[in-house]
């Protein structure tokens, strides 16, 4: 499956929306995608994933590292979902609400 995104820059901010689905067909394809994205340290990340559908362990590996690398440069990662999503259920099992900047919507 291809990766569903959309990358915006304004002022300080990157907002990378994501839709659908990130899984392992196409999770190495969402890194490549982030990588590029906070190649540019001088702004934060933000993800939207209120279109997402599903998340597997591949792309949650690849937000943590993500936050990783920001936190290095001090910019700062938020991930945006919806307060009754699949994706925030999800989140909250892999105990990401301790390690992310999560706002629900």
């Not at 792309?59 to 994706?87: H, T, Y």
């Amino acid at each position: 499956m291809l990766l569903n995104i959309s990358i915006t820059s304004t002022g300080n901010e990157i907002r990378v929306k994501v839709a659908e689905q990130i899984n392992f067909s196409n999770a190495a394809a969402f890194d490549q995608e982030l990588l590029s994205v906070y190649g540019d340290t001088s702004k934060n990340i933000i993800l939207d994933f209120t279109e997402l559908d599903y998340i597997s362990s591949a792309g949650l590996r690849s937000l943590i590292m993500c936050s990783k690398e920001l936190a290095v440069n001090n910019k700062k990662l938020r991930c945006v979902l919806k307060k009754s999503s699949k994706i925030k259920n999800i989140f909250y099992l892999a105990g990401l609400y301790s390690v992310l900047n999560i706002e629900e919507i």
